[in-house]
T-cell receptor, first 112, second 113 residues
Framework: KQEVTQIPAALSVPEGENLVLNCSFT??????LQWFRQDPGKGLTSLLLIQSSQREQTSGRLNASLDKSSGRSTLYIAASQPGDSATYLC???????????FGKGTRLHILP | DAGVTQSPTHLIKTRGQHVTLRCSPISGHKSVSWYQQVLGQGPQFIFQYYEKEERGRGNFPDRFSARQFPNYSSELNVNALLLGDSALYLC????????????FGQGTRLTVV
């Protein structure tokens, strides 16, 4: 049973395009949801954290939204650049057992 | 200021052997958590420690164990290694429990042959 699902699994887009990455989850009782970036073979870098009571967070060209009622979060990347190429992971902290659940990630490739 | 440091960076072990992975958190952080990331998958939560006590455990067999020391550094131990234990092992540190304001190390790449 996949509790956190990320769609698409992989995405290639030309430089300059705006894009949306999706994360869906089955249990809406969460403390927060976070988006991470991971470069190949490296650790994770936190991009945006949305607390359970919040609807969205913004940082530079990135905007993340959270809709607990529908079990969805989106990461919007504006004016994509080749340096944005990486795997993007969403993760949530579940209320009922404090467990942290990651999705499998979306591999993003920005074409120069 | 040093970030989260993990050692070793790469490791090759034989099936049945034991391995110890180490993590030094950011200064002042009292929580350390461990994750296993198999190639092509998202990280899977293994353990979380806070103030030297285990505060969470994922669905991993008893071959996996961990501890946190008085200086808040941590070790992850895996006994009787299996081929399926080959993965990137990630450590994260934070002031509090959970992922809020957590910083990740670069990971230890374990290969079991």
């Amino acid at each position: 049973k996949q509790e956190v699902t990320q769609i698409p699994a992989a995405l290639s887009v030309p430089e300059g395009e705006n894009l949306v990455l999706n994360c869906s989850f089955t249990d809406s009782a969460i403390y927060n949801l976070q988006w991470f970036r991971q470069d190949p073979g490296k650790g994770l870098t936190s991009l945006l954290l949305i607390q359970s009571s919040q609807r969205e967070q913004t940082s530079g060209r990135l905007n993340a939204s959270l809709d607990k009622s529908s079990g969805r979060s989106t990461l919007y990347i504006a004016a994509s650049q080749p340096g944005d190429s990486a795997t993007y992971l969403c993760a949530l902290e579940r209320l009922r057992d404090d467990k942290i659940i990651f999705g499998k990630g979306t591999r993003l490739h920005i074409l120069p | 200021d040093a970030g989260v440091t993990q050692s070793p960076t790469h490791l090759i072990k034989t099936r049945g052997q034991h391995v110890t992975l180490r993590c030094s958190p950011i200064s002042g952080h009292k929580s350390v958590s461990w994750y296993q990331q198999v190639l092509g998958q998202g990280p899977q939560f293994i353990f979380q420690y806070y103030e030297k006590e285990e505060r969470g455990r994922g669905n991993f067999p008893d071959r996996f164990s961990a501890r946190q020391f008085p200086n808040y550094s941590s070790e992850l131990n895996v006994n009787a290694l299996l081929l399926g234990d080959s993965a990137l092992y990630l450590c994260a540190s934070s002031f509090r429990l959970g992922l809020t304001e957590a910083f990740f190390g670069q990971g230890t790449r374990l290969t079991v042959v």
